[in-house]
């Protein structure tokens, strides 16, 4: 019952807040820049990576690289380990509990959408711990053969190189995922009161794409 009403109150805040979330002007002046400082905010771009000879070592340089992404909370909460998505920089197990369900949209009642409406919600007049609902059109968990909690960067690169644990997809498949797909691009504006994860959307697919054209090697851990 507590839930139910708890739900209520989401659902209101939802209709009356505004739409859209933008990046704010400081982390797009930082995203112009294109820096190479390892400040958890750029990316080095894929070609700084061709004074690698060996092109093996380039490839899992590259991934490394790219793992900056894969491997921040923005990514990893929704390709979690359990039937339970996580939340936050902490990545603490999603609250109020929300379940996998059919196809990773949540059980009947209790669907994703439920709260995450098509963009980024801000939340006004509320505690300081949430500014925003994260929000895309397509809005699910990540099935639980692609899940990344738990593993280590090498035991996920071996994954999305396997096509019984990534959807099917081809390597060429993955870059496009990578470069282009919508709710990998949440990861960029992930709404307010959430880091985004480091660089572009265009500079990361550039990074996967250099990594699978120079053979895509996976580190070794
Ligand atoms: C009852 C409302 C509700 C439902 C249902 C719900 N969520 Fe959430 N979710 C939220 C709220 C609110 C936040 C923001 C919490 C915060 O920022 O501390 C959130 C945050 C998240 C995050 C964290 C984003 C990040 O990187 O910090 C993920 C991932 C997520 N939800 C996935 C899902 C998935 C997948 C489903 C369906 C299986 C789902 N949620 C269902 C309310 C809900
Ligand atoms: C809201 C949940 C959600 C978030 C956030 C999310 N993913 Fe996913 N991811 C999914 C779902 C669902 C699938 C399976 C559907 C598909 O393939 O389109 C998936 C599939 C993938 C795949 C293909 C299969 C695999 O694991 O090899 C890759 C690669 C991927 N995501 C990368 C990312 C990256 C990089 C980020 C962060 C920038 C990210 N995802 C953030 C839900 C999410």
Known sequence: MKLKLAFTGLAAICLFVGA???LSPASIAQ???GGTKPDGKTLKPAASFQSIT???QRSVALFQEAGKVIQHPRCVNCHPATDRPLQGATMHPHQPPVFRGDGG???PGMQCTTCHSPQNTPVVGQ???IKSIPGNPAWHLAPIEMAWVGKSLGQICQQIKDPARNGGKSMDQIVEHMAHDELVGWGWDPGAGREPVPGTQA???ELIKAWVDTGAACPAS
């Open 127 to 129: 505690a300081d711990t």
């Open 31 to 33: 995203n112009a820049q």
């Open 203 to 205: 500079e990361f697919g």
């Open 105 to 107: 949209m949540g059980m």
């Open 20 to 22: 859209g979330m933008a």
């Open 54 to 56: 060996n092109q093996q």
